[in-house]
């Protein structure tokens, strides 16, 4: 069918010649789209309020050679206090680049449209440690990708003693008998079970968690460098952003 009409989140809205809007949309049935909105960067358009970034919006989508046009949109969410707060908003941001570089066009994946919809949920509710809940997503996003790292014991020889090393490329964690001659990054008990834990929780379970300062950047070190690993995600606009606030 060339016209069709299906619920989005926007992931991306930018310019598109001189009054359209270039969308990359995520949908929960046919994955990542690209879509022109006509006339939304005109003031007066019909188009114009759901098509920035941060957007959840039912779309009537006509299906075109290479890309779709955006026939009419109806708002459902616009996350205003996202907007309202430059980390939360670059976090949302973050998230959301993180889908669009590891989503296939048409590549359709309602898990992973469920746990950003979740996700920008609760930073739009300002409920617990923003910290948690992304890195929450980007294992989240892993284990549904298929990436997922191994941190319940050695992955080399099966050992359940720690202390455990870890580094991007092999895995999962290991023990100190397998770490000679790898290049090893201690990896600290508190953080170890923390990464343990998002495995058995939800989106919204991840309000109850806390770390200290150290285990979160660990966190943040650890994940980061694995999700750009394996998935070859490259240099990401969002977090260069998140490190200048």
């Given at each position: 069918?060339k016209?069709?009409?299906?619920r989005?989140l926007?992931?991306?809205?930018?310019?598109f010649?001189?009054?359209?809007?270039?969308?990359t949309?995520?949908?929960?049935?046919?994955?990542?789209?690209?879509?022109?909105?006509?006339?939304?960067?005109?003031?007066?358009?019909?188009?114009?309020?759901?098509?920035?970034p941060?957007?959840?919006?039912?779309?009537?989508?006509?299906?075109?050679?290479?890309?779709?046009?955006?026939?009419?949109l109806?708002?459902?969410?616009s996350?205003a206090?996202?907007?309202?707060?430059?980390?939360?908003?670059?976090?949302?941001?973050?998230?959301?680049?993180?889908?669009?570089?590891?989503?296939?066009?048409g590549?359709?994946?309602?898990?992973?449209?469920?746990?950003?919809?979740?996700?920008?949920?609760?930073?739009?509710?300002?409920?617990?440690?923003?910290?948690?809940?992304?890195?929450?997503?980007?294992?989240t996003?892993?284990?549904?990708?298929g990436?997922?790292?191994?941190?319940?014991?050695?992955?080399?020889?099966?050992?359940?003693?720690?202390?455990?090393f870890w580094?991007?490329?092999?895995?999962?964690?290991?023990?100190r008998?397998?770490?000679?001659?790898?290049?090893?990054?201690?990896?600290?008990g508190?953080?170890?079970?923390?990464?343990?834990?998002?495995?058995?929780?939800?989106?919204?379970k991840?309000?109850?968690?806390?770390?200290?300062?150290?285990?979160?950047?660990?966190?943040q070190?650890i994940?980061?460098?694995?999700?750009?690993?394996?998935?070859?995600?490259?240099?990401?606009?969002?977090?260069?952003f998140l490190?200048?606030?």
């Amino acid at each position: 069918m060339k016209l069709f009409q299906t619920r989005a989140l926007v992931l991306r809205s930018r310019p598109f010649g001189e009054k359209d809007r270039l969308l990359t949309l995520f949908t929960l049935e046919a994955g990542k789209i690209t879509a022109r909105a006509p006339g939304a960067r005109q003031v007066k358009s019909k188009l114009s309020a759901g098509v920035e970034p941060l957007t959840c919006a039912s779309f009537l989508l006509h299906r075109g050679r290479s890309i779709c046009t955006v026939s009419q949109l109806q708002m459902e969410q616009s996350y205003a206090r996202i907007r309202a707060n430059i980390r939360d908003f670059a976090l949302s941001l973050y998230l959301a680049e993180l889908v669009e570089k590891t989503m296939e066009e048409g590549a359709a994946s309602p898990q992973i449209y469920e746990l950003l919809a979740d996700c920008w949920f609760l930073l739009n509710e300002q409920k617990g440690d923003r910290d948690m809940l992304v890195r929450f997503f980007e294992l989240t996003l892993l284990n549904i990708l298929g990436y997922s790292p191994h941190f319940e014991d050695c992955i080399f020889c099966g050992s359940d003693k720690g202390p455990f090393f870890w580094n991007k490329s092999s895995g999962g964690i290991f023990c100190r008998d397998c770490s000679a001659g790898q290049s090893a990054i201690p990896l600290s008990g508190g953080t170890l079970a923390l990464l343990r834990s998002f495995s058995a929780f939800t989106a919204a379970k991840t309000v109850n968690l806390r770390g200290s300062a150290e285990q979160k950047k660990e966190l943040q070190m650890i994940l980061l460098q694995y999700l750009q690993y394996w998935t070859g995600i490259g240099h990401l606009q969002a977090l260069s952003f998140l490190q200048k606030i």
